[in-house]
């Protein structure tokens, strides 16, 4: 008698003991659900189809930036956080812009030059080249610069503006 009352014990707990694995099962997909999936925004592809750049868009920020290849999509290339604005200035450089740094990006070798007090960003899509204009702390120096390796090719001091013709990118300075 005493088993037999055992064993129905056991018998009208099983249903509630599978009911627990099942909740667990489900709250531990939960955490990898939104530990590992995103909304993504702000997408821009470079004009060979090679590179992507997306935004991570959670409920509390949207500030990651994802650098993916064609050719390796399990894992981003590269990644940034808090960043700004993102150009291709060709196919394998990238322009990544915030309040006041501005990082040319070598997509295949990795590298990356850094430019402090920068305040607005400009590519120049018909020479593969672009300009970097500073704060007044650098001389509102603006910078024209390939677009390949980041090197500099011309500046000029105490720039106030500056403006891009569309038809020919002949670039008007203020001073």
């Not at 955490?31 to 702000?42: D, K």
């Amino acid at each position: 008698m005493r088993y037999l009352f055992l064993f129905l014990s056991l018998c009208l707990l099983l249903p509630e003991g599978r009911k627990l694995a099942a909740q667990n099962r489900h709250d531990s997909l939960r955490r990898v659900v939104t530990q590992r999936s995103w909304n993504i925004a702000a997408p821009r592809m470079s004009d060979d189809g090679k590179w992507l750049t997306v935004r991570k868009v959670y409920e509390q920020n949207h500030d990651t930036m994802l650098i993916i290849s064609r050719h390796t999509l399990e894992e981003p290339i590269e990644y940034g956080v808090k960043t700004g604005n993102i150009v291709f200035v060709d196919n394998n450089h990238l322009l990544i812009h915030d309040s006041h740094t501005t990082e040319w990006l070598s997509l295949q070798e990795r590298e990356s030059l850094y430019f402090e007090g920068v305040k607005r960003v400009q590519v120049l899509q018909h020479t593969k080249q672009f300009l970097l204009h500073y704060n007044s702390k650098e001389n509102n120096r603006l910078e024209l610069r390939e677009g390949n390796r980041g090197n500099l090719l011309n500046s000029i001091d105490y720039v106030k503006n500056f403006y891009m013709a569309e038809e020919d990118g002949t670039i008007y300075v203020v001073s």
